[in-house]
């Protein structure tokens, strides 16, 4: 790109008068262009920045949720063992709590909790049922516990059976 | 910042004289500045693209060198539960191939082979054993699996028993 001959057309010869004017049109508009290019740069690097932060947290809760149908399986495997006193049950729990605090360090707590209101964040309603001991909209039984917490933290909602709402 | 008044002290003044040469100088170095605020943001945005990629792959080997002790102590407790013919073990070995699977699929395939020889990125040494019937500095036993292909996407080397090399 030149700047020398811009504009150079039809202007009229004048070789005594200054050729300022024009030239300090020229210097603003490329100063307009670096000042641009400056605020392009500020603000790529804090889109870089807050990228950055974003991606670590959705690879981490990609991953996280990879993992949950194995720690599923596992206390699945130990549910069907019930309550037999059995070394080996006692090893897999401990493995499953294991699982359970490594899932809570990495920012996705667990959630299975009964007796709480009914929450259409955190729980999705497998099924609903009549039990007059309780408030209505109430979660009597987990089926399936929920990991992490909503809007953005959430890795799924927990599975419940909730009390019928009275009509 | 202003540029009108830049090296104006000391010029003689010459109201008949275009002022050219000074502003083409200024010109110059402003388009200098331009110029290189653009390569900046060129150079930012390519960084940027490969710290993404980095850092998306050193949150999943992060997060996935975090589970490796839950795959461990599930391999454990797998291991003493011994030749047993018991449902709740024939299911925790399908648990641990899937997460063995899962691993795999993140970029982390198991490693756990005997019989090859030993390698000082793959094979963490726990003990040298005597057995003239394999080829010396062969791995023997795998004493615990390694995870991913050195150098960069290994979670750990295989801790292994090598037979001795000949004196």
């Avoid at 811009?6 to 020229?26: C, I, M, S, V, W």
């Avoid at 690879?59 to 596992?74: G, H, K, M, S, T």
């Avoid at 009964?114 to 408030?135: I, K, N, S």
């Avoid at 399936?144 to 890795?155: A, T, V």
């Amino acid at each position: 790109m030149t700047f020398e001959n811009q504009g150079g057309e039809g202007r009229p010869a004048e070789p005594d008068r200054p050729e300022e004017p024009e030239h300090l049109r020229l210097i603003a508009e490329i100063e307009d262009k670096w000042r641009r290019a400056l605020a392009d740069l500020d603000n790529a690097r804090k889109r870089h920045a807050r990228e950055l932060a974003h991606q670590a947290e959705a690879e981490r809760r990609r991953v996280c949720l990879a993992w949950l149908p194995v720690v599923d399986n596992l206390e699945l495997a130990i549910e069907h063992a019930g309550d037999r006193d059995d070394p080996l049950v006692h090893g897999l729990r401990a493995v499953r709590d294991q699982a359970v605090a490594l899932l809570q360090s990495l920012g996705f707590p667990r959630h299975d909790e009964t007796g709480v209101p009914f929450d259409p964040l955190r729980h999705d309603v497998a099924g609903v049922v009549d039990d007059p001991a309780v408030e209505p909209g109430t979660v009597v039984t987990v089926l399936r516990p929920g990991y992490g917490d909503p809007p953005d933290r959430q890795l799924r909602p927990a599975a419940v059976l909730v009390s019928r709402k009275q009509e």
